[in-house]
Structure formats: structure tokens, C-alpha cells
């Protein structure tokens, strides 16, 4: 069974060679995670394509799971929405990066999706079934199953140091680690400097820092005078010595 688009939000096409970058680069995740060969051959066949214009929601946060997930092309922002109604952007993220597997368990036992996954840019996405995955995992021999979980306990113990070191910072160091982490995965070498290649306005890195905009308008400031950043427009610079 071939991979098939389907329409959601316009059906955009994008750049075929990003598209493949972002299959190899999510065949390259698989690879690193212990996963057969067989296994991520299997997925690549029979994933399906979704084409979603920017700003639209992907995945509802709380709506029914898929399981599996990862960005074809173009960028999708992962989000929490608070009871008051704040909305916190926990990352952005890129061809070939995995998405949507942070699930909760509802009432009846349903799998729902614990974020929110909305579209930063006109992007394609590839999903594969909960039943797959599942059968995938049921064929796995022992060695490979524990291979897999010392994979992921070992990102998701990563990512939760990540947090608590992040929620421990200032708001300029969290700024300043934010830009540093989007310049590592979305970032253009010219020179001496890294341009951010993501155009991002203030509501974005508010959302991102966990402050108010005016907050994030004199953080930036205050980093532009200092000389860690240059920007133009909505794209910002980092300057080498920054990440020093």
C-alpha cells in the first residue's frame, strides 16, 4: 500500500526535495532508536500524508491519538493550552523530527493526544496507525523491545532535564536557550554567524519563554545592545560567540 496526501486545510504541495530530506531524516531517528530495518521499510510504505496550511491545528490537544507521527516537510509548533485559556509553546519542530507520541490515558481507556500540534508553516505530515505501530511492537524480538525502551527512557528523561534546568532560568536565559536549541535544528551558517531561518514574532518566543510580549520586546532589546543577536525583520542572527 502506497503513502497517499490526503486534503486538509488546502492541499499545498512542498518542495520534493524537503520532503525527502524529512523522510531520510526520520529514517535516520529510527535507525538510532534500535528499530529493524524491516520495521521502519514497513512504516515508509504505509504511512499516510497529511497537507496542512499554516496556522491550522493538526491534532486538537485531547483528541484521539495516532500514535505516530513525523514532519514531511515544513514546521509544526507543539503546544499545551492551560484551564485559563494561556497557551504555552513547548517546541517547534521540523522534517524528520517525531511528534504526537506524547499521549494520556482518558476515561474509557481512549489514547488522546496530551498537546496541542498546529501548523507554523504550510506543512506535510505523515501518520501511521495506532494498529500498526502496535503490530510492529508485537513482533519485536525481546533483545530489540528493551533496546527500544532504554532509547526512549533515555530521551524522555533528556527532555525532562531539559525542563527543569529551563524552568530554573531566567527569563534572558531562557530566551537566549531557546534561540541557541532553534539555530542547532532550523539554523543557516553565514560566516561567523547562524541565522535563524524560522521567522518568528514576539508572540511566538513570549509563548516560548513563558512571559508576556512587551517582556520578550526588552529581552530582545537588551540582547541586540549587548551584540549576542542580530535581526532583520522577523529572522534573527546569532552570533557565533553566543553559543560559546
Not at 528499530?35 to 521502519?40: D, H, K, L, N, T
Request: include cysteine.
Amino acid at each position: 500500500m502506497a503513502s497517499r496526501t490526503t486534503k486538509q486545510e488546502g492541499d499545498r504541495r512542498l518542495d520534493p526535495a524537503s520532503s525527502r530530506s524529512g523522510l531520510e531524516r526520520f529514517r535516520n531517528r529510527l535507525v538510532d532508536w534500535g528499530i529493524p530495518e524491516a520495521i521502519i521499510d514497513d512504516f515508509v510504505e504505509h504511512h499516510t500524508l497529511l497537507s496542512y496550511r499554516k496556522g491550522a491545528v493538526i491534532f486538537p490537544q485531547g483528541s484521539a491519538s495516532e500514535l505516530l507521527s513525523w514532519v514531511q516537510g515544513g514546521v509544526v509548533e507543539i503546544a499545551f493550552s492551560a484551564v485559563d485559556s494561556s497557551r504555552i509553546l513547548t517546541r517547534l519542530v521540523g522534517p524528520g523530527e517525531i511528534f504526537g507520541h506524547l499521549s494520556l490515558v482518558a476515561p474509557h481507556r481512549h489514547i488522546v493526544h496530551a498537546f496541542e500540534s498546529r501548523a507554523h508553516t504550510d506543512c506535510q505530515i505523515a501518520v501511521i496507525s495506532h494498529d500498526r505501530v502496535v503490530k510492529a511492537l508485537q513482533a519485536f524480538e525481546p533483545a530489540t523491545l528493551v533496546r527500544l525502551l532504554q532509547n526512549i527512557t533515555t530521551a524522555w528523561a533528556e527532555t525532562a532535564q531539559y525542563w527543569v534546568r529551563f524552568v530554573g532560568m531566567n527569563y534572558q536565559q531562557r530566551l537566549l536557550t531557546i534561540f541557541v536549541d532553534l539555530v542547532s535544528r532550523f539554523g543557516v551558517i553565514e560566516g561567523n554567524k547562524t541565522r535563524l531561518s524560522l521567522g518568528l514574532g514576539h508572540h511566538h518566543l513570549a509563548e516560548m519563554v513563558g512571559c508576556s510580549r512587551p517582556m520578550v520586546s526588552q529581552l530582545i532589546a537588551t540582547m541586540l545592545r549587548a551584540r549576542k543577536i542580530e535581526q532583520r525583520g522577523k529572522y534573527y542572527i546569532l552570533l557565533d560567540d553566543t553559543r560559546t
